[in-house]
């Protein structure tokens, strides 16, 4: 039997670039992400009709992080970057600076559905519309900086990396001030489930910019270790969270939310009393 020929058919572009292992762990995590994603249909059509709607987002984000991750584990949508720090990984070619290979898919799928999963939980807090399109903005800004700063060679890259920070800042400031007090007013039930909820994907996404810094940024560690930190963040934040936020969920009318259509609910009522 052959194994994972995906470097070989399509050859790295970089002299700092994963090697077959990392390959071999992008496909493990694509196939979770795969798993995940028909486990999430399958789920869906279980539930009743007004309830479905909790499942739309999620089916969409792992959708997206599915074509990301296949498309990383074949080894494509990377450009080769010359790094700004040197590390033990880092050698010189002919005399000049290796190049790091740079994931541009990886941030086209964050700017894609890091949103989503931040409006999936805000969608059960009833924040006002101006409040939510700030922070998935704000969100969107966060994720563009680090692409950017990303493709940048020299030190100027440390200027966007404080841009999407501060941006990622922000939003988690609003998960757990303004959305929480929205939650509460929908019902204890909801508020503790949020606050849950807010306070476990606030502390992930605030380790995103330090597994940045120790990857793109800094070039502290391989590719293959960066590809370990960033999957992991990422199972963490999607699957993971998706799945735990929908099964608190499971048993809240989602008429509280004001989310499902009128006829769905009025169908529903009257299927329950006939």
């Keep these: 039997m052959t194994g994972n020929q995906a470097l070989e058919v399509n050859p790295p572009n970089a002299q700092i670039d994963i090697n077959t292992n990392g390959s071999d762990w992008l496909w493990a995590a694509f196939a979770l992400f795969m798993f995940s994603d028909l486990c999430m249909i399958s789920w869906m059509w279980f539930r009743r009709t007004a309830q479905r709607v909790f499942h739309l987002l999620p089916i969409i984000i792992l959708?997206?992080?599915s074509?990301?991750?296949?498309?990383?584990?074949?080894?494509?949508?990377?450009?080769?970057?010359?790094?700004?720090?040197?590390?033990?990984h880092h050698q010189t070619y002919a005399g000049e600076p290796a190049t790091?290979?740079?994931?541009?898919?990886?941030?086209?799928?964050?700017?894609?559905t890091m949103p989503l999963v931040t409006l999936a939980a805000l969608l059960t807090t009833g924040l006002a519309a101006t409040e939510v399109s700030s922070t998935l903005f704000m969100q969107v800004v966060a994720f563009v900086s680090f692409l950017v700063g990303a493709?940048?060679?020299s030190t100027y890259k440390w200027g966007y990396f404080t841009f999407g920070t501060v941006a990622l800042i922000y939003v988690v400031v609003q998960l757990l001030v303004p959305a929480r007090?929205?939650?509460g007013t929908i019902g204890d039930d909801v508020r503790s489930i949020f606050t849950r909820s807010a306070a476990c994907l606030s502390f992930l996404l605030m380790l995103y910019p330090i597994a940045w810094g120790l990857a793109d940024g800094g070039n502290v560690i391989t590719s293959d270790g960066e590809m370990v930190f960033y999957a992991v963040l990422d199972i963490m934040v999607q699957p993971v969270f998706l799945f735990a936020l929908l099964f608190q969920l499971r048993s809240i009318d989602v008429a509280r939310f004001g989310l499902a259509p009128r006829h769905v609910i009025v169908n529903?009522?009257?299927a329950e009393a006939a």
């Design 63 to 65: 959708s997206i992080a």
């Design 268 to 270: 529903e009522k009257a």
């Design 67 to 88: 074509v990301v991750y296949f498309t990383m584990a074949a080894d494509l949508g990377s450009t080769p970057i010359t790094a700004e720090f040197y590390g033990n």
């Design 181 to 183: 007090v929205a939650a």
């Design 100 to 112: 790091r290979a740079i994931w541009y898919v990886r941030y086209v799928g964050w700017v894609l």
């Design 151 to 153: 493709l940048v060679s």
